[in-house]
């Protein structure tokens, strides 16, 4: 039988004749190619702008046919060819040799453009299938016997192609040679070309923002909750909508009528969050704008306000010149213990309400620990748990899920994307490259620079890409301006997302140590739909055996943990626990659940 393109066919545009055709040309050996309803778009010379071969019947020492079917009855008069209806009897005019002719010269023209191998024979047939036609019938000029096909050729198909092949090399004069195994492929690749345009990651994101939409409602139900409960300390792993439902809170307290403070900590957050519609009861504040307000100075050096301020507030300020009855904390697990403590009472003394969102990875300031956040895991009076990651997609929240310990079951969701990526450099140079040719990827995907970030675990001047003000001939910046590539650090960046990350400066010697784990896990999980994690291999290949191990070591504590009910399933690395894995720099993004990519 020979093979068919496509390989399956469901539609015959309702022509009985297409399906007889097509059931006969099954009896055909090996050899031949069937395409069916070959459909092209033509040029300026052909007198029709596009056309449709029913049949391209192909063989690699025969040449090409293009086939056109007609069923029902077949009549010539006054110069046209007729279809009958064999039910009704009506009648209606068709020019099946000009529909095949057209075919038939696009072919030759779409071959002669692009293929480079020997060229085959191209000639055309009629498929009339309902009919026999005598060989002594006397035919008008563009029609011979042998490229007529007609019902008695349905039996035997192959006799009745070689005649029309036969007639064409006879017309043409043509000398077949037959194609070799390459030029036939190369051939069939012309004519059905293969590709696959992977969707852009700007799409993903858009596509994927209505899944994150979804579930981020079904985190509302704690806000729901939080009616009854006036404090509570609300813990959620990265991704899982805290500073949604952190301005979502302080928009259904702002309803009642009384004065909201809404507080981070992060002045590009804080920069975020005043972007935002809210009502002219919220206010947004960081640690150093509040400070700015209560203390009516914003004289003071930016590296001692929250210091000094922190003191001022523990000690001297007057708890009855506070103006804000309720008070919503976003990312709590970078404001001192003290403060949040004196915040609560606050809200207490004023008969408000006192939220706190935090995230007890996400401890990198020196002053807290996640070993002791003492107010907000021992003392607010209720604290609440989100389980639903709503910013990544499952890749990447197991990725970043792989280096911490992850207690919730369905924290990864089911809105998938690629694997992130990780690529290793060796220098400077190398690092910049990776930058660029990140940049250049995401704006080929239409991710607009806004979308966009390049964060180091480090600070900017200890960055490898310290001192470079261009990538891929766009402007740099290390804040959030239009026309520019947004490099900052991981600990400026927290709070916020971006559907495209590259992560950088994250030393392998390092992959052990729980500051740099954190750091990943905060850095990578910004990224909504794509993240490459760039890798300083400041290790010799020996190196890789112990840091292997130890991150393997890592994962089985993990993997115990889920026995034990503590840890997420879904997070849990396969291969953890099974035999040790080779000492080599693939190992390392096998236990990220990561895959390799080629710069």
């Not at 055709?21 to 190619?33: D, G, M, P």
């Not at 403590?341 to 006192?354: I, Q, T, V, Y």
């Amino acid at each position: 039988m020979p093979t068919f393109y496509p390989s399956i066919t469901i539609s015959f545009h309702a022509s009985e004749g297409e399906k007889l055709v097509y059931k006969a040309l099954q009896k055909l050996n090996s050899e031949y190619s069937v395409i069916h309803s070959y459909r092209w778009l033509g040029d300026e010379a052909q007198r029709r702008s596009e056309g449709e071969a029913d049949f391209l019947i192909i063989h690699p020492a025969k040449g090409i046919l293009s086939v056109e079917v007609k069923a029902g009855g077949v009549a010539f008069r006054d110069g046209n060819w007729i279809q009958i209806n064999r039910n009704t009897g009506s009648e209606k005019i068709m020019d099946p040799f000009g529909q095949a002719a057209e075919s038939q010269y696009r072919v030759r023209l779409l071959l002669r453009n692009n293929y480079r191998g020997t060229m085959p024979l191209i000639g055309r047939a009629v498929w009339f299938t309902s009919v026999c036609v005598d060989k002594n019938l006397k035919l008008p000029p563009e029609a011979v016997r042998d490229i007529i096909l007609d019902q008695d050729s349905l039996a035997e198909p192959e006799k009745a192609l070689d005649a029309a092949f036969g007639y064409w090399q006879r017309n043409l004069r043509f000398v077949a040679t037959p194609l070799t195994g390459g030029q036939y492929k190369e051939l069939l690749r012309v004519l059905l070309p293969s590709f696959q345009i992977a969707e852009t990651i700007s799409s993903s994101a858009r596509e994927n923002q209505t899944s994150y939409v979804q579930l981020t409602r079904q985190q509302f139900a704690v806000l729901d909750f939080l009616r009854e409960q006036k404090i509570a300390a609300i813990h959620g792993p990265a991704g899982t909508g805290k500073s949604l439902l952190a301005m979502e809170k302080a928009r259904m307290l702002a309803q009642t009528g009384q004065k909201v403070l809404l507080l981070c900590f992060n002045e590009f957050l804080l920069q975020h969050l005043r972007t935002q519609e809210l009502d002219p009861l919220i206010t947004v504040h960081n640690v150093r704008s509040l400070a700015e307000e209560i203390l009516q100075d914003d004289s003071l050096p930016i590296e001692q306000i929250n210091k000094f301020f922190e003191e001022y507030f523990a000690t001297d300020f007057d708890d009855t010149d506070w103006q804000y009855p309720n008070i919503v904390v976003d990312e709590g697990q970078d404001i001192s213990d003290a403060m949040l403590e004196h915040l609560s009472f606050l809200a207490e003394l004023n008969d408000g309400s006192f939220y706190v969102f935090y995230d007890r990875n996400q401890f990198i300031l020196e002053r807290n620990s996640p070993e002791q956040p003492k107010y907000l895991d021992r003392k607010a009076e209720c604290r609440l748990v989100l389980y639903r990651n709503c910013r990544n997609t499952a890749e990447i929240a197991a990725t970043v899920g792989s280096l911490v310990d992850m207690r919730q079951e369905p924290y990864v969701n089911n809105v998938h994307g690629e694997k992130p990526k990780a690529v290793f450099y060796n220098d400077k140079a190398a690092a910049r490259g990776i930058a660029e040719r990140f940049v250049k990827t995401m704006k080929d995907n239409r991710v607009a620079l806004e979308d966009m970030v390049i964060l180091s675990v480090h600070s900017l001047e200890h960055s490898a890409l310290h001192g470079v003000t261009e990538l891929a001939g766009i402007p740099v910046s290390n804040t959030l301006q239009d026309g520019k590539v947004w490099v900052t650090t991981t600990r400026k960046y927290k709070g916020l997302e971006a559907k495209a990350v590259l992560l950088v400066d994250v030393e392998v010697s390092k992959l052990t140590d729980a500051v740099m784990q954190r750091m990943i896990y905060i850095g990578g999980s910004r990224a909504n739909t794509y993240l490459k994690v760039a890798f300083y291999e400041d290790v010799e290949k020996g190196d890789y055996r112990a840091i292997v191990d130890a991150l393997q070591e890592q994962m089985k504590n993990h993997c115990k943990d889920v026995s034990e009910g503590e840890a997420d399933t879904d997070i849990c690395v396969p291969g953890a626990t099974e035999a040790k894995l080779p000492g080599t720099r693939k190992s390392v993004v096998k236990l990220l659940r990561m895959e390799n990519a080629t710069e």
